[in-house]
């Protein structure tokens, strides 16, 4: 069976129910076609931000030939800022360098676990990024909640059941496939 990537449709039915962290990892994954692995261990150092294109430089395998990717304005705006400014609002102290169109403190989190916007203590001290099996299960979760994926539970004599749509590369197959249509 051959792997497909997610449908535009079905991104924006993943979107249209997303919290700011969940749209955010959506559009990470769907703009710039890294892998999940990469995710967890993002921190805002990594983020530097072209106001002239209105969209960020993503650091992601740093020392190689593809240290680096861009998002698309849609992922900058209204997925990293967006996140970003909500984390501020509760209370985290993270500030935008303007001069450097960076975010600081540079070693914070991209995504940390989730918190209690009610608890200002919670918001701004308790920062733990998140791990990569945890990235794993809330975007399964979430898009099972969203309609985009079914729960299916394996017979008893296979670990898992195999789809057409992976999980995860489903949204890299999905931004490679753009790319390669726009040459």
Same mark, same amino acid.
């Given at each position: 069976m051959k792997d497909? $990537?997610?449908t535009t449709e079905q991104i924006q039915q993943a979107l249209s129910t997303a919290d700011h962290r969940m749209r955010m990892i959506i559009l990470i994954l769907v703009s710039t076609g890294c892998r999940? +692995? $990469?995710l967890p261990g993002l *921190?805002? +150092?990594h983020l530097t931000k072209i106001p002239e294109y209105g969209l960020y430089k993503i650091t992601f395998y740093e020392g190689t030939n593809?240290?680096? *990717?861009? *998002? *698309?304005?849609e992922c900058a705006r209204t997925g990293i800022d967006s996140y970003l400014l909500y984390r501020q609002r509760c209370g985290e102290k993270i500030l935008f360098n303007q001069n450097m169109n960076r975010w600081d403190p540079e070693d914070a989190p991209l995504i940390r676990l989730t918190f209690d916007a009610a608890d200002s203590f919670q918001a701004s001290r308790q920062i733990r990024p998140i791990k990569y099996q945890s990235l794993k299960q809330i975007l399964s979760l979430h898009l099972v909640r969203s309609g985009v994926r079914q729960e299916e539970h394996p017979p008893e004599h296979k670990k898992r059941v195999r789809k057409i749509v992976t999980l995860t590369n489903g949204f890299r197959k999905r931004c490679i496939s753009l790319f390669i249509e726009a040459g």
């Amino acid at each position: 069976m051959k792997d497909k $990537a997610y449908t535009t449709e079905q991104i924006q039915q993943a979107l249209s129910t997303a919290d700011h962290r969940m749209r955010m990892i959506i559009l990470i994954l769907v703009s710039t076609g890294c892998r999940i +692995g $990469a995710l967890p261990g993002l *921190t805002l +150092g990594h983020l530097t931000k072209i106001p002239e294109y209105g969209l960020y430089k993503i650091t992601f395998y740093e020392g190689t030939n593809n240290e680096y *990717t861009f *998002t *698309t304005r849609e992922c900058a705006r209204t997925g990293i800022d967006s996140y970003l400014l909500y984390r501020q609002r509760c209370g985290e102290k993270i500030l935008f360098n303007q001069n450097m169109n960076r975010w600081d403190p540079e070693d914070a989190p991209l995504i940390r676990l989730t918190f209690d916007a009610a608890d200002s203590f919670q918001a701004s001290r308790q920062i733990r990024p998140i791990k990569y099996q945890s990235l794993k299960q809330i975007l399964s979760l979430h898009l099972v909640r969203s309609g985009v994926r079914q729960e299916e539970h394996p017979p008893e004599h296979k670990k898992r059941v195999r789809k057409i749509v992976t999980l995860t590369n489903g949204f890299r197959k999905r931004c490679i496939s753009l790319f390669i249509e726009a040459g």
